[in-house]
C-alpha cells in the first residue's frame, strides 16, 4: 500500500482474502496471488476494527459508522458495503448474536441486527387487496383499494389519476427483508378507458436505488381493457447489498382510471407464469436501535 495511509484494520474473509482499510480506502489482498486485487473508496472512513463473523459478512467500525461488508463472490463485482448505524471506536460480538460497540465512556448493543438472509417465496405487496404490514399512502390521486372492475375474481386497484399520482407502498419491516436479493418487481397494469404516459419505480430507505421508467424507454403504448405483467430486475433499479425499502414509490403518469394488481417481488426462480406477459428490461418497526449499557467507565 505504498503512498497510502496507515492501515487500520484488517479482516479475513470466508475465502482467504484479506480485507483491509488504509484511511478512506478499502482494498482486498490476495494471498495466493500475493497482490492487492482490489481497491475503491470507502464512505464510512478510516475503520479502527473489522471482524469476520459466522454469517461471512465483515463487519468494522470508524467514527461515523457501525458498518458490514459482503465478500465479492465473483469478478467485477464491487464490495457491498451496509450502515447500520452511527459509529464508535471499537465493537464485539456476544455469543447472542448481538453487535456492542463503544462510543466515548458508553456501551451500545445493537439489537435486532438487521437481515441478509435469501428469501426462500415471493413477497406479496398487493394480491386480492394490501397484504398485511404494509400500508398505502397517495397524493394527487384517489385509490380504491377493493376494486372489482377488470378482474374476472377477486380485486384490484382502481386508480383515478389527473395528470400525476404517487403511490407508496410501506412495508411492515424493511430491516427484515434483504430486498436486494430478489430478481423481480412484478406489476400487473390495466389502462381501462383511461391514458398512462409513464410509470416510474423508486423507493425511499437507506442504501441505493434509482428511479426506472417503464413505459417512456420501450415507447410503449398500453392497450385499453387489457393487462400488461411487467418484470422489472430488481438490479436494474440499482438496489444492490443493504438497500432497505421502507416504500415502494410508484409515479403513475395520465388521465382517467387505471388499474393495477399483484403486485410482488419475485424471488429467482418464478414458479407461475402470467396470463398476459410483456417482458421489459430484458435484461420501523425498526432497525435495531442500540441501547446504552448503563455502567460508564
Request: proline share 7%; net charge neutral; glycine share 10%.
Amino acid at each position: 500500500m505504498a503512498g497510502s495511509s496507515q492501515i487500520q484494520s484488517l479482516a479475513t474473509a470466508p475465502d482467504g482474502r484479506i480485507y483491509g482499510c488504509a484511511g478512506s480506502t478499502l482494498f482486498i489482498y490476495d494471498p495466493a496471488a500475493d497482490k492487492i486485487v482490489y481497491k475503491q473508496s470507502f464512505p464510512v472512513g478510516s475503520a479502527t476494527k473489522m471482524i469476520t463473523w459466522k454469517d461471512g459478512l465483515i463487519y468494522g467500525i470508524s467514527s461515523a459508522s457501525l458498518f458490514r461488508l459482503k465478500p465479492i463472490s465473483r469478478p467485477g463485482e464491487e464490495v457491498g458495503i451496509e450502515q447500520l448505524h452511527s459509529g464508535g471506536t471499537d465493537l464485539a460480538f456476544g455469543h447472542d448474536g448481538q453487535i456492542y460497540f463503544a462510543r466515548g465512556t458508553d456501551l451500545f448493543v445493537l439489537e435486532n441486527v438487521p437481515s441478509c438472509e435469501p428469501p426462500t417465496a415471493d413477497l406479496k405487496v398487493y394480491v386480492d387487496g394490501l397484504e398485511p404490514g404494509w400500508r398505502l399512502q397517495t397524493t394527487r390521486t384517489d385509490v380504491d383499494l377493493s376494486s372489482t372492475e377488470k378482474v374476472e375474481k377477486g380485486m384490484c386497484q382502481k386508480v383515478t389519476l389527473a395528470g400525476t399520482g404517487l403511490l407508496q407502498y410501506f412495508s411492515p419491516d424493511p430491516w427484515a427483508v434483504a430486498w436486494w436479493e430478489y430478481q423481480y418487481l412484478l406489476l400487473s397494469v390495466n389502462p381501462g378507458s383511461g391514458t398512462v404516459t409513464d410509470i416510474q419505480i423508486t423507493k425511499t430507505g437507506p442504501g441505493a436505488g434509482r428511479a426506472i421508467s417503464l413505459i417512456k424507454p420501450q415507447n410503449l403504448t398500453l392497450e385499453p381493457d387489457r393487462w400488461t405483467r411487467f418484470y422489472v430486475p430488481v438490479p436494474d433499479i440499482g438496489w444492490a447489498f443493504g438497500s432497505r425499502v421502507e416504500s415502494l414509490k410508484m409515479i403513475i403518469m395520465g388521465s382517467g382510471t387505471v388499474y393495477l394488481d399483484d403486485i410482488a417481488f419475485a424471488v429467482p426462480e418464478l414458479a407461475y407464469a402470467p396470463v398476459v406477459a410483456t417482458l421489459l428490461f430484458r435484461r420501523r418497526s425498526a432497525k435495531g436501535r442500540p441501547r446504552r449499557v448503563p455502567d460508564r467507565f
